[in-house]
């Protein structure tokens, strides 16, 4: 029964956190816009007007996603991103955000595709990794086998990890969902997925 519970309430937390952080990160932005616009408001028209930031925030995301669906403003935020890549600490930044929304949001090929078992770091000791890409390039042509790209992530902060080239003989291909393989490691394995259930 307490088992039962506390999967439960792991499984919430699972879904809830990302809603909460969106929620969290838009109401910061608005706070901010807010705080910004509104003394200016106050000193141009007398009186302060509730909701003003959030209005003028959804005006700038709706601005910037127009912009960015036609040409001229395509080239702009090319030249912007040029610029901010030049920048040491903030290029870090901005190109690991735009690769985790890319990942999360755009689903592009730098997507988990399986979930693998990996005999790591030694001999006798499993880990479950998510199969990121096909080994190509150097990597691939300098290695007498078919290696792969394989993301090995950290319990319960499965956005932290390393990765790890390995031979594709030496995995086994798991049968579970990336979703299920994601709750697996969130949980610290205490969530079993559907299809192990079963076997049990």
Known sequence: MLKEIRNYLITGLIILLPLLTTVYIILTIVNLVDG?????????IGREIY???????????????????????KKMISVGE?????????????LTTQQILDALLLKKKTDFRKVVLVEYPKEGVYQLGFLTYEGKGEVQNKSNKNVVNVFIPTTPNPTSGMLILVADEDLTYLDMTIEEGLKWVISGGTIVPESEKEEL
């Open 82 to 94: 040029r610029l901010l890549t030049k920048i040491p600490i903030v290029r870090n930044i901005y």
């Open 51 to 73: 909701g003003l930031g959030f209005i003028i925030t959804f005006v700038i995301i709706l601005g910037v996603g127009i912009v960015a669906t036609n040409v001229l403003g």
């Open 36 to 44: 910004i616009f509104s003394p200016l408001i106050r000193l141009i």
